[in-house]
Protein backbone atom coordinates (compact mmCIF):
# COMPACT_ATOMS: atom_id res chain seq x y z
CA UNK A 1 0.00 0.00 0.00
CA UNK A 2 1.51 3.12 -0.62
CA UNK A 3 -1.05 5.42 0.08
CA UNK A 4 -3.90 5.60 2.42
CA UNK A 5 -6.78 7.71 2.83
CA UNK A 6 -9.45 8.06 5.34
CA UNK A 7 -12.54 10.35 5.99
CA UNK A 8 -14.95 10.51 8.52
CA UNK A 9 -18.62 11.93 7.89
CA UNK A 10 -19.28 15.86 7.80
CA UNK A 11 -20.86 16.48 10.72
CA UNK A 12 -24.25 18.80 11.11
CA UNK A 13 -23.62 21.76 13.08
CA UNK A 14 -27.11 22.59 13.69
CA UNK A 15 -25.93 21.37 17.54
CA UNK A 16 -22.11 21.20 19.40
CA UNK A 17 -20.81 17.87 19.05
CA UNK A 18 -21.29 15.15 21.03
CA UNK A 19 -19.49 11.39 22.39
CA UNK A 20 -21.00 9.99 19.20
CA UNK A 21 -18.81 12.47 16.81
CA UNK A 22 -16.40 12.24 19.39
CA UNK A 23 -16.29 8.40 18.66
CA UNK A 24 -16.32 8.30 14.89
CA UNK A 25 -12.94 10.62 14.52
CA UNK A 26 -10.90 8.97 17.84
CA UNK A 27 -11.37 5.99 15.91
CA UNK A 28 -10.53 7.52 12.49
CA UNK A 29 -7.54 9.22 14.25
CA UNK A 30 -6.21 5.68 15.74
CA UNK A 31 -6.49 4.34 12.16
CA UNK A 32 -4.41 7.11 10.13
CA UNK A 33 -2.58 7.11 12.95
CA UNK A 34 -1.09 3.62 13.07
CA UNK A 35 -0.94 3.26 8.68
CA UNK A 36 1.54 6.71 9.21
CA UNK A 37 3.89 4.50 11.46
CA UNK A 38 3.63 1.96 8.77
CA UNK A 39 3.55 3.56 5.33
CA UNK A 40 4.74 7.40 6.50
CA UNK A 41 3.32 10.53 7.41
CA UNK A 42 3.62 12.12 3.99
CA UNK A 43 1.22 8.51 2.27
CA UNK A 44 -1.77 8.88 4.55
CA UNK A 45 -4.59 11.49 4.47
CA UNK A 46 -7.06 12.11 6.98
CA UNK A 47 -9.97 14.51 6.27
CA UNK A 48 -12.72 15.22 8.41
CA UNK A 49 -15.45 18.19 8.53
CA UNK A 50 -18.68 19.93 8.75
CA UNK A 51 -21.77 19.37 6.72
CA UNK A 52 -23.71 22.96 6.89
CA UNK A 53 -25.98 23.26 4.01
CA UNK A 54 -30.10 22.36 4.72
CA UNK A 55 -33.41 22.77 6.13
CA UNK A 56 -32.17 21.89 9.97
CA UNK A 57 -29.64 24.38 10.10
CA UNK A 58 -31.05 27.01 8.29
CA UNK A 59 -33.74 26.81 10.62
CA UNK A 60 -31.68 26.53 13.51
CA UNK A 61 -29.50 30.12 12.39
CA UNK A 62 -32.91 32.12 12.15
CA UNK A 63 -34.34 30.97 15.82
CA UNK A 64 -30.86 32.60 16.49
CA UNK A 65 -31.48 35.54 14.23
CA UNK A 66 -27.93 34.97 12.27
CA UNK A 67 -27.58 34.17 9.16
CA UNK A 68 -27.02 30.95 8.42
CA UNK A 69 -22.93 31.48 7.22
CA UNK A 70 -22.64 33.31 10.52
CA UNK A 71 -24.46 30.82 12.73
CA UNK A 72 -22.16 27.82 10.88
CA UNK A 73 -18.75 30.12 11.20
CA UNK A 74 -19.14 30.08 15.26
CA UNK A 75 -20.07 26.41 15.28
CA UNK A 76 -17.12 25.32 13.18
CA UNK A 77 -15.17 26.77 16.03
CA UNK A 78 -16.31 24.49 18.68
CA UNK A 79 -15.84 21.31 16.92
CA UNK A 80 -12.21 22.39 15.89
CA UNK A 81 -11.63 22.91 19.49
CA UNK A 82 -13.03 19.52 20.28
CA UNK A 83 -10.44 17.86 17.55
CA UNK A 84 -8.05 20.31 18.87
CA UNK A 85 -8.69 18.78 22.93
CA UNK A 86 -8.82 14.73 21.86
CA UNK A 87 -5.78 15.29 19.88
CA UNK A 88 -7.26 14.42 16.13
CA UNK A 89 -5.01 14.57 13.79
CA UNK A 90 -6.63 15.58 10.58
CA UNK A 91 -4.73 16.51 7.50
CA UNK A 92 -7.77 18.48 5.93
CA UNK A 93 -11.32 20.00 7.63
CA UNK A 94 -13.55 20.93 4.58
CA UNK A 95 -16.78 22.80 5.55
CA UNK A 96 -19.14 22.52 2.13
CA UNK A 97 -19.64 26.14 2.64
CA UNK A 98 -15.87 26.56 1.17
CA UNK A 99 -15.84 27.59 -2.39
CA UNK A 100 -13.66 24.53 -3.13
CA UNK A 101 -16.16 22.57 -2.43
CA UNK A 102 -18.86 24.53 -3.82
CA UNK A 103 -17.27 24.62 -7.68
CA UNK A 104 -16.60 20.65 -7.50
CA UNK A 105 -20.52 20.35 -6.67
CA UNK A 106 -21.08 22.50 -9.62
CA UNK A 107 -19.30 20.64 -12.07
CA UNK A 108 -20.51 17.65 -11.20
CA UNK A 109 -23.71 18.79 -11.35
CA UNK A 110 -23.03 19.95 -14.57
CA UNK A 111 -21.84 16.74 -15.80
CA UNK A 112 -25.10 14.76 -14.41
CA UNK A 113 -26.94 16.72 -16.13
CA UNK A 114 -25.39 17.35 -18.97
CA UNK A 115 -25.33 13.15 -19.82
CA UNK A 116 -28.90 13.07 -18.42
CA UNK A 117 -28.43 11.35 -15.58
CA UNK A 118 -30.43 13.94 -14.08
CA UNK A 119 -34.06 14.89 -14.88
CA UNK A 120 -36.79 17.63 -14.05
CA UNK A 121 -39.83 16.03 -12.26
CA UNK A 122 -43.01 16.39 -9.94
CA UNK A 123 -41.66 15.71 -6.34
CA UNK A 124 -45.42 14.37 -3.99
CA UNK A 125 -44.36 14.61 0.11
CA UNK A 126 -45.88 15.56 2.96
CA UNK A 127 -45.22 19.31 4.50
CA UNK A 128 -45.37 20.12 8.22
CA UNK A 129 -45.93 23.98 7.64
CA UNK A 130 -45.01 24.76 11.50
CA UNK A 131 -41.78 23.22 11.17
CA UNK A 132 -41.13 23.76 7.70
CA UNK A 133 -39.75 20.40 7.44
CA UNK A 134 -40.88 18.14 4.48
CA UNK A 135 -41.55 14.49 4.49
CA UNK A 136 -40.93 12.43 1.64
CA UNK A 137 -42.41 8.31 3.13
CA UNK A 138 -45.55 8.57 4.11
CA UNK A 139 -45.62 9.30 7.59
CA UNK A 140 -48.01 7.13 10.56
CA UNK A 141 -51.61 8.91 10.88
CA UNK A 142 -50.02 12.13 8.29
CA UNK A 143 -48.69 13.65 11.44
CA UNK A 144 -45.10 15.07 11.38
CA UNK A 145 -42.91 12.68 13.58
CA UNK A 146 -41.60 15.53 15.07
CA UNK A 147 -44.20 17.95 16.98
CA UNK A 148 -47.16 15.27 15.67
CA UNK A 149 -48.99 17.92 14.32
CA UNK A 150 -51.08 17.36 10.82
CA UNK A 151 -48.85 17.52 7.99
CA UNK A 152 -50.20 18.81 4.27
CA UNK A 153 -49.52 17.03 1.09
CA UNK A 154 -47.99 19.15 -1.69
CA UNK A 155 -46.34 18.65 -4.66
CA UNK A 156 -43.30 20.70 -6.53
CA UNK A 157 -41.17 20.21 -9.53
CA UNK A 158 -37.95 18.94 -8.84
CA UNK A 159 -34.84 17.66 -10.60
CA UNK A 160 -33.65 13.68 -9.87
CA UNK A 161 -31.05 11.90 -10.14
CA UNK A 162 -31.22 8.43 -11.52
CA UNK A 163 -30.03 5.96 -8.67
CA UNK A 164 -32.29 3.19 -10.36
CA UNK A 165 -30.74 3.11 -13.48
CA UNK A 166 -27.35 2.25 -11.66
CA UNK A 167 -29.23 -0.34 -9.32
CA UNK A 168 -27.97 -3.35 -11.27
CA UNK A 169 -24.75 -2.56 -11.41
CA UNK A 170 -24.65 -1.95 -8.20
CA UNK A 171 -25.66 -4.89 -7.41
CA UNK A 172 -22.64 -6.34 -9.06
CA UNK A 173 -20.24 -4.48 -7.85
CA UNK A 174 -21.22 -5.83 -4.45
CA UNK A 175 -21.33 -9.24 -5.52
CA UNK A 176 -18.05 -9.05 -6.78
CA UNK A 177 -16.34 -6.90 -4.31
CA UNK A 178 -17.42 -8.77 -0.48
CA UNK A 179 -15.27 -6.20 1.12
CA UNK A 180 -16.69 -3.32 -0.17
CA UNK A 181 -19.20 -2.68 3.11
CA UNK A 182 -18.13 -3.87 6.31
CA UNK A 183 -19.11 -5.24 8.99
CA UNK A 184 -19.97 -8.44 7.27
CA UNK A 185 -23.46 -8.06 8.54
CA UNK A 186 -23.81 -4.74 6.99
CA UNK A 187 -22.60 -5.85 3.80
CA UNK A 188 -25.56 -8.40 3.61
CA UNK A 189 -27.70 -6.03 4.33
CA UNK A 190 -27.06 -3.95 1.73
CA UNK A 191 -26.65 -6.67 -0.86
CA UNK A 192 -30.28 -7.76 0.54
CA UNK A 193 -31.57 -4.44 0.42
CA UNK A 194 -30.63 -4.20 -3.51
CA UNK A 195 -32.27 -7.49 -4.31
CA UNK A 196 -35.87 -7.09 -2.52
CA UNK A 197 -36.29 -3.65 -3.40
CA UNK A 198 -36.62 -1.21 -6.49
CA UNK A 199 -34.12 1.70 -5.99
CA UNK A 200 -36.42 5.38 -6.58
CA UNK A 201 -34.50 8.08 -8.06
CA UNK A 202 -32.98 10.34 -6.32
CA UNK A 203 -34.92 14.04 -5.49
CA UNK A 204 -31.70 16.15 -5.71
CA UNK A 205 -33.18 19.61 -5.18
CA UNK A 206 -35.55 22.15 -2.82
CA UNK A 207 -37.24 25.15 -4.30
CA UNK A 208 -35.86 28.36 -3.29
CA UNK A 209 -38.86 29.49 -1.85
CA UNK A 210 -38.43 26.50 0.94
CA UNK A 211 -34.80 26.41 1.02
CA UNK A 212 -32.35 29.33 0.24
CA UNK A 213 -29.63 27.71 1.94
CA UNK A 214 -27.73 25.57 -0.73
CA UNK A 215 -25.65 25.43 -3.07
CA UNK A 216 -27.98 26.62 -6.59
CA UNK A 217 -28.25 23.98 -9.71
CA UNK A 218 -26.12 25.44 -12.14
CA UNK A 219 -28.95 24.95 -14.45
CA UNK A 220 -31.78 25.92 -12.36
CA UNK A 221 -31.61 29.47 -10.43
CA UNK A 222 -34.64 28.68 -8.92
CA UNK A 223 -33.33 25.48 -6.84
CA UNK A 224 -30.94 24.29 -3.94
CA UNK A 225 -29.06 21.07 -4.00
CA UNK A 226 -30.57 18.81 -1.93
CA UNK A 227 -27.85 18.49 1.29
CA UNK A 228 -27.00 15.04 1.18
CA UNK A 229 -26.28 15.10 -2.40
CA UNK A 230 -24.08 18.30 -1.72
CA UNK A 231 -22.41 16.76 1.20
CA UNK A 232 -21.57 13.40 0.36
CA UNK A 233 -19.41 15.13 -2.66
CA UNK A 234 -16.66 16.61 -0.12
CA UNK A 235 -14.48 13.31 -0.05
CA UNK A 236 -13.33 14.28 -3.90
CA UNK A 237 -13.78 17.55 -3.85
CA UNK A 238 -11.62 18.12 -0.84
CA UNK A 239 -8.78 15.85 -2.32
CA UNK A 240 -9.03 16.87 -6.13
CA UNK A 241 -10.52 18.27 -9.34
CA UNK A 242 -12.37 17.56 -12.45
CA UNK A 243 -10.27 18.64 -15.90
CA UNK A 244 -12.26 20.33 -18.84
CA UNK A 245 -12.81 16.78 -20.05
CA UNK A 246 -14.58 15.80 -17.06
CA UNK A 247 -12.16 13.40 -15.82
CA UNK A 248 -11.56 13.60 -12.06
CA UNK A 249 -7.83 13.21 -11.29
CA UNK A 250 -6.44 12.87 -7.63
CA UNK A 251 -3.46 11.70 -5.52
CA UNK A 252 -5.85 10.31 -2.87
CA UNK A 253 -8.71 8.92 -4.38
CA UNK A 254 -10.26 6.03 -3.95
CA UNK A 255 -10.69 6.61 -0.49
CA UNK A 256 -9.50 3.36 1.23
CA UNK A 257 -11.93 3.43 4.89
CA UNK A 258 -14.82 5.84 5.10
CA UNK A 259 -15.65 5.62 8.28
CA UNK A 260 -19.43 6.01 9.36
CA UNK A 261 -21.90 5.74 11.96
CA UNK A 262 -24.64 3.06 10.82
CA UNK A 263 -27.41 5.38 10.54
CA UNK A 264 -25.74 6.65 7.39
CA UNK A 265 -25.18 3.39 6.00
CA UNK A 266 -27.68 3.63 3.02
CA UNK A 267 -25.97 6.96 1.77
CA UNK A 268 -22.47 6.11 1.61
CA UNK A 269 -23.45 2.35 0.74
CA UNK A 270 -25.75 2.88 -2.13
CA UNK A 271 -26.01 6.55 -2.92
CA UNK A 272 -22.40 7.02 -2.84
CA UNK A 273 -20.85 4.38 -4.97
CA UNK A 274 -24.33 5.16 -7.66
CA UNK A 275 -22.95 8.86 -7.88
CA UNK A 276 -19.18 8.00 -8.17
CA UNK A 277 -19.77 5.25 -11.11
CA UNK A 278 -22.26 8.06 -13.03
CA UNK A 279 -19.37 10.18 -13.27
CA UNK A 280 -16.69 7.64 -14.33
CA UNK A 281 -14.87 7.25 -10.79
CA UNK A 282 -14.03 4.43 -8.81
CA UNK A 283 -15.81 3.67 -5.70
CA UNK A 284 -14.35 3.47 -2.05
CA UNK A 285 -12.29 0.81 -1.46
CA UNK A 286 -14.46 0.21 1.66
CA UNK A 287 -17.17 1.66 3.94
CA UNK A 288 -17.02 0.92 7.23
CA UNK A 289 -20.24 1.71 9.34
CA UNK A 290 -19.52 1.26 13.42
CA UNK A 291 -22.04 1.06 15.98
CA UNK A 292 -23.97 3.80 18.58
CA UNK A 293 -22.96 4.51 22.00
CA UNK A 294 -26.32 4.29 23.81
CA UNK A 295 -27.46 5.72 27.07
CA UNK A 296 -28.65 3.37 29.52
CA UNK A 297 -30.01 1.50 26.45
CA UNK A 298 -31.73 4.33 25.17
CA UNK A 299 -30.37 6.86 21.96
CA UNK A 300 -29.25 10.10 23.44
CA UNK A 301 -31.14 12.99 23.05
CA UNK A 302 -31.29 16.48 23.30
CA UNK A 303 -35.02 16.68 24.66
CA UNK A 304 -34.30 13.65 26.82
CA UNK A 305 -31.54 15.56 28.18
CA UNK A 306 -28.93 13.20 28.34
CA UNK A 307 -26.43 14.11 25.85
CA UNK A 308 -22.66 13.24 26.75
CA UNK A 309 -20.20 15.99 26.01
CA UNK A 310 -16.58 14.58 25.46
CA UNK A 311 -15.20 17.85 26.72
CA UNK A 312 -16.34 17.18 30.11
CA UNK A 313 -15.71 13.69 29.86
CA UNK A 314 -12.09 14.54 28.56
CA UNK A 315 -11.60 17.13 31.52
CA UNK A 316 -12.63 14.78 34.44
CA UNK A 317 -10.56 11.45 33.41
CA UNK A 318 -8.31 12.62 31.10
CA UNK A 319 -8.36 12.60 27.12
CA UNK A 320 -6.32 9.29 26.36
CA UNK A 321 -8.62 7.43 29.23
CA UNK A 322 -11.73 8.72 26.99
CA UNK A 323 -9.72 7.29 23.89
CA UNK A 324 -8.58 4.20 25.10
CA UNK A 325 -12.12 3.58 26.77
CA UNK A 326 -14.55 4.21 23.40
CA UNK A 327 -11.80 2.03 21.27
CA UNK A 328 -11.04 -0.82 24.05
CA UNK A 329 -14.77 -1.10 25.61
CA UNK A 330 -16.76 -2.44 21.82
CA UNK A 331 -15.43 -3.76 19.21
CA UNK A 332 -16.02 -2.29 16.50
CA UNK A 333 -19.23 -2.28 14.45
CA UNK A 334 -21.55 -3.11 17.99
CA UNK A 335 -23.34 -0.46 19.54
CA UNK A 336 -22.14 0.17 23.23
CA UNK A 337 -23.53 1.42 26.24
CA UNK A 338 -21.82 4.63 27.47
CA UNK A 339 -22.05 5.45 31.21
CA UNK A 340 -19.16 7.25 33.84
CA UNK A 341 -18.93 3.73 35.89
CA UNK A 342 -17.96 1.83 32.97
CA UNK A 343 -15.32 4.34 32.09
CA UNK A 344 -14.20 4.83 35.81
CA UNK A 345 -13.98 0.89 36.02
CA UNK A 346 -11.72 0.80 33.09
CA UNK A 347 -9.53 3.86 34.42
CA UNK A 348 -8.77 2.37 37.97
CA UNK A 349 -8.40 -1.43 36.72
CA UNK A 350 -6.47 -0.94 32.89
CA UNK A 351 -4.88 2.30 33.42
CA UNK A 352 -4.06 3.12 37.06
CA UNK A 353 -3.40 -0.46 38.22
CA UNK A 354 -1.95 -1.90 35.06
CA UNK A 355 -0.50 0.64 32.54
CA UNK A 356 0.21 3.58 35.50
CA UNK A 357 1.57 0.88 37.66
CA UNK A 358 4.04 -0.60 35.70
CA UNK A 359 5.74 2.55 34.22
CA UNK A 360 5.81 3.76 37.75
CA UNK A 361 7.60 0.72 39.25
CA UNK A 362 10.23 0.79 36.50
CA UNK A 363 11.46 4.51 36.97
CA UNK A 364 11.39 3.72 41.03
CA UNK A 365 13.78 0.53 40.53
CA UNK A 366 15.82 2.56 38.09
CA UNK A 367 15.94 5.01 40.40
CA UNK A 368 16.75 3.41 43.31
CA UNK A 369 19.09 1.03 42.08
CA UNK A 370 20.76 2.72 39.24
CA UNK A 371 20.55 6.30 40.28
CA UNK A 372 17.82 7.41 37.65
CA UNK A 373 20.77 5.85 34.82
CA UNK A 374 19.16 3.13 32.76
CA UNK A 375 22.35 0.39 32.87
CA UNK A 376 22.94 -0.10 28.80
CA UNK A 377 23.34 -3.24 27.88
CA UNK A 378 22.96 -6.15 24.37
CA UNK A 379 20.05 -8.96 25.34
CA UNK A 380 19.22 -11.74 23.26
CA UNK A 381 16.73 -14.34 23.81
CA UNK A 382 19.03 -16.95 24.34
CA UNK A 383 21.25 -15.45 26.83
CA UNK A 384 18.06 -15.13 29.43
CA UNK A 385 16.08 -16.82 31.57
CA UNK A 386 12.60 -18.34 30.59
CA UNK A 387 10.13 -16.07 31.97
CA UNK A 388 12.62 -12.85 30.64
CA UNK A 389 12.60 -15.50 26.82
CA UNK A 390 8.72 -15.60 27.01
CA UNK A 391 8.50 -11.31 27.21
CA UNK A 392 10.93 -11.17 24.69
CA UNK A 393 8.49 -13.62 22.31
CA UNK A 394 6.04 -11.58 23.58
CA UNK A 395 7.24 -8.53 22.21
CA UNK A 396 8.19 -9.73 18.80
CA UNK A 397 4.30 -11.24 18.72
CA UNK A 398 3.10 -7.90 18.59
CA UNK A 399 4.73 -6.44 16.13
CA UNK A 400 3.88 -9.19 13.34
CA UNK A 401 -0.39 -9.53 14.24
CA UNK A 402 -1.35 -6.29 14.22
CA UNK A 403 -1.64 -5.45 11.03
CA UNK A 404 -4.05 -7.83 10.46
CA UNK A 405 -6.26 -6.79 13.26
CA UNK A 406 -6.66 -2.98 11.86
CA UNK A 407 -7.76 -4.25 8.71
CA UNK A 408 -10.25 -5.38 10.37
CA UNK A 409 -10.68 -2.30 12.89
CA UNK A 410 -10.28 -4.45 15.76
CA UNK A 411 -8.67 -1.97 17.99
CA UNK A 412 -10.31 -3.99 20.98
CA UNK A 413 -8.23 -7.14 20.18
CA UNK A 414 -5.17 -5.24 19.83
CA UNK A 415 -5.36 -3.43 22.85
CA UNK A 416 -6.29 -6.29 24.54
CA UNK A 417 -2.74 -8.28 23.28
CA UNK A 418 -0.61 -4.81 24.07
CA UNK A 419 -2.32 -5.82 27.91
CA UNK A 420 -1.73 -9.24 27.66
CA UNK A 421 2.33 -7.92 27.32
CA UNK A 422 1.34 -5.07 30.52
CA UNK A 423 0.65 -8.05 32.33
CA UNK A 424 3.01 -10.19 31.82
CA UNK A 425 5.21 -7.93 32.52
CA UNK A 426 3.78 -6.62 36.07
CA UNK A 427 4.38 -10.44 37.03
CA UNK A 428 7.65 -10.39 35.80
CA UNK A 429 8.38 -7.62 38.21
CA UNK A 430 6.81 -9.48 40.99
CA UNK A 431 8.40 -12.91 40.58
CA UNK A 432 11.94 -11.74 39.65
CA UNK A 433 11.98 -9.34 43.02
CA UNK A 434 14.60 -6.87 42.16
CA UNK A 435 14.59 -5.60 45.57
CA UNK A 436 15.86 -8.96 46.74
CA UNK A 437 18.47 -9.01 42.99
CA UNK A 438 20.07 -6.36 44.83
CA UNK A 439 20.40 -6.99 48.40
CA UNK A 440 21.95 -10.51 46.67
CA UNK A 441 24.09 -7.81 44.94
CA UNK A 442 23.39 -9.65 41.67
CA UNK A 443 23.88 -6.42 39.79
CA UNK A 444 24.09 -8.35 36.24
CA UNK A 445 20.93 -10.37 36.28
CA UNK A 446 19.57 -6.88 38.00
CA UNK A 447 20.60 -5.37 34.97
CA UNK A 448 19.22 -8.20 32.31
CA UNK A 449 16.36 -7.61 34.40
CA UNK A 450 15.80 -3.76 33.99
CA UNK A 451 16.63 -4.07 29.85
CA UNK A 452 13.76 -6.78 29.73
CA UNK A 453 11.40 -4.66 31.89
CA UNK A 454 12.37 -1.38 29.29
CA UNK A 455 12.45 -3.10 25.82
CA UNK A 456 8.49 -4.14 26.76
CA UNK A 457 7.31 -1.05 28.42
CA UNK A 458 8.85 0.85 25.19
CA UNK A 459 6.84 -1.68 23.05
CA UNK A 460 3.92 -0.83 24.91
CA UNK A 461 4.66 2.94 24.37
CA UNK A 462 4.80 2.29 20.68
CA UNK A 463 1.91 -0.07 20.47
CA UNK A 464 -0.52 2.52 22.26
CA UNK A 465 1.07 5.86 20.50
CA UNK A 466 -2.22 5.31 17.66
CA UNK A 467 -4.62 4.94 20.63
CA UNK A 468 -3.40 6.98 23.30
CA UNK A 469 -0.69 9.54 21.70
CA UNK A 470 -0.29 11.68 24.65
CA UNK A 471 0.00 9.03 27.07
CA UNK A 472 2.79 7.68 24.47
CA UNK A 473 4.75 10.29 24.46
CA UNK A 474 4.83 10.18 27.93
CA UNK A 475 5.94 7.34 29.18
CA UNK A 476 8.52 7.01 26.37
CA UNK A 477 10.39 11.01 27.46
CA UNK A 478 9.86 9.60 31.28
CA UNK A 479 11.54 6.83 30.70
CA UNK A 480 14.51 8.21 28.41
CA UNK A 481 17.21 7.18 26.22
CA UNK A 482 19.85 6.98 28.87
CA UNK A 483 18.58 8.64 31.56
CA UNK A 484 14.93 7.95 33.73
CA UNK A 485 13.06 11.62 33.91
CA UNK A 486 9.79 11.15 36.40
CA UNK A 487 6.86 12.98 35.30
CA UNK A 488 3.95 13.19 37.02
CA UNK A 489 1.64 10.05 37.63
CA UNK A 490 0.12 9.08 34.61
CA UNK A 491 -3.31 7.81 36.18
CA UNK A 492 -3.96 8.34 39.59
CA UNK A 493 -6.60 6.20 40.73
CA UNK A 494 -10.01 7.82 41.15
CA UNK A 495 -11.86 7.10 44.31
CA UNK A 496 -15.33 5.53 43.82
N1 LIG B 1 -24.12 15.34 8.03
C1 LIG B 1 -24.45 13.95 7.99
C2 LIG B 1 -23.32 13.15 7.39
C3 LIG B 1 -22.89 13.60 6.04
S1 LIG B 1 -21.52 12.73 5.47
C4 LIG B 1 -21.28 13.25 3.92
C5 LIG B 1 -24.73 13.45 9.42
N2 LIG B 1 -24.19 14.17 10.41
S2 LIG B 1 -24.39 13.91 11.99
O1 LIG B 1 -23.76 15.02 12.64
O2 LIG B 1 -25.77 13.68 12.26
O3 LIG B 1 -23.65 12.64 12.45
C6 LIG B 1 -22.85 11.86 11.69
C7 LIG B 1 -22.10 10.79 12.44
O4 LIG B 1 -21.89 11.05 13.83
C8 LIG B 1 -22.76 9.42 12.47
O5 LIG B 1 -22.73 8.75 11.27
C9 LIG B 1 -21.85 8.75 13.45
O6 LIG B 1 -20.62 8.51 12.82
C10 LIG B 1 -21.69 9.82 14.51
N3 LIG B 1 -22.70 9.66 15.55
C11 LIG B 1 -23.73 10.48 15.87
N4 LIG B 1 -24.37 9.98 16.96
C12 LIG B 1 -23.79 8.82 17.35
C13 LIG B 1 -23.90 7.97 18.47
N5 LIG B 1 -24.81 8.11 19.39
N6 LIG B 1 -22.97 6.97 18.59
C14 LIG B 1 -21.94 6.83 17.70
N7 LIG B 1 -21.82 7.63 16.67
C15 LIG B 1 -22.85 8.48 16.31
O7 LIG B 1 -25.36 12.44 9.56
Known sequence: MNKFYITTPLYYVNAEPHIGHAYTNIVADAFARYMRKIIGDENVWFLTGTDEHGQKIE?????????????????????????????ISYNDFIRTSEIRHIQIVEKVLDILYRQHDIYLSEYQGW??????????????????????????????????????KYQDWLLGYLEKNHTFIKPEYRYEEVRSFLKLNKLNDLCISRPKERLRWGITLPFSKEHVTYVWFDALLNYISAVGDFDSQGKYHSRWWPADIQLIGKDILRQHAIYWPIILHALGIEPPHCIFAHGWWMIGGGKMSKSKGNIVSPLDIGQRYGVDALRYFLLREVSLGMDGNFSEEAIVRRYNFDLANDLGNLVYRTINIIER??????????????????????????????RKTDIMSIADFNFSYILER??????????????????????????????????????????????????????????????????IKKGKLLFPRIDV
Open 418 to 483: VWELINMTNKYIEDKKPWSMFKENKIEDLKVFINVLIRAIREVAYNLSPFMPATSNSILEQLGDRE
Open 127 to 164: YCIPCETFWTEPQEGLVCPDCKRPLEKISEKNYFFKLS
Open 59 to 87: QVARQMSLEPNDFTDRMVLKFKELWEKLD
Open 369 to 398: YFLGKIPQLEIKEEGVDEQSRQIIIKIESL
